[in-house]
């Protein structure tokens, strides 16, 4: 079946430092995924996405690497500053009858340390 | 601030009660969605409605009941619900259904069934 699941359940780094967070996705049909942030009494909150015909996206200290040969999905964030601190999920477009649906992993909590 | 509106944001109601969530939109999007996030569990989809239609119930317990009146608006409405249903109710929009549409998402709805 379809799954997203993320290795780390927490992340803990130093501020300025460079975090990387990692996904697994099952599906190698899946054409689309996205990165979002959910802060403490917020809903999740979109980040940067990617389509399955790149491997690398960037934004605004924010990267997205995609490894379709391994089905893994990375969100890079450069400089980790307190405000990062969250949980972040990954998810990906769900395909066939659940196609335009999202299927989000557990998350991961980013601990940024002063 | 994601232009997603959620009221109440936080319901604490008996399992005899009758309650309603309110979602509203205000980015002119066409699709709206319910999800559930426990604790410890990835976002699970309820339902999608798209252009006021429900296109999709994930299998929800018909103590559970959507109502779309308008694209803007989406309701959940709750009646003899049980502990387990506690938990942060979302609400979601995007622009469409199928295509790499990114989904915006309300703060949710803090629920507690006692």
């Known amino acids: 079946g379809e799954s997203v699941g993320l290795h780390l359940p927490t992340l803990s780094v130093q501020e300025g430092d460079n975090s990387i967070i990692n996904c697994a996705y099952s599906?190698?049909?899946?054409?689309?995924f996205i990165w979002y942030k959910q802060e403490s009494g917020k809903g999740p909150q979109f980040i940067i996405d990617?389509?399955?015909?790149?491997d690398k996206r960037q934004g605004q200290r924010v990267t997205v690497l995609l490894n379709k040969t391994v089905k893994h999905l990375s969100l890079q964030i450069a400089a980790t500053q307190p405000g990062d601190s969250a949980v972040y999920f990954c998810?990906?477009?769900?395909?066939?009858?659940?196609?335009?649906?999202?299927?989000f992993g557990k998350g991961t909590k980013l601990s940024v340390k002063p | 601030e994601t232009g997603v509106t959620q009221t109440p944001r936080h319901l604490v109601m008996g399992m005899t009660n009758k309650k309603s969530l309110k979602c509203e939109q205000h980015?002119?999007?066409?699709?709206m969605y319910w999800y559930k996030q426990s604790a410890k569990k990835p976002l699970e989809l309820m339902f999608v409605?798209?252009?006021?239609?429900?296109?999709e119930n994930n299998s929800v317990p018909s103590r559970f009941s959507p109502e779309c009146p308008n694209s803007s608006h989406l309701f959940l409405h709750l009646h003899t619900l049980q502990p387990e249903d506690s938990a942060l109710y979302l609400c979601?929009?995007?622009?469409?259904?199928?295509?790499?549409?990114?989904?915006?998402f309300g703060p949710g709805t803090r629920l507690t069934v006692t």
């Open positions: 979601a929009s995007s622009q469409g259904r199928q295509g790499f549409y990114e989904q915006y």
């Open positions: 599906n190698s049909a899946s054409d689309y």
């Open positions: 990617i389509r399955s015909n790149m």
């Open positions: 998810a990906e477009e769900g395909y066939g009858g659940s196609q335009g649906n999202l299927i």
């Open positions: 980015l002119g999007h066409n699709a």
């Open positions: 409605y798209n252009f006021k239609e429900q296109t």
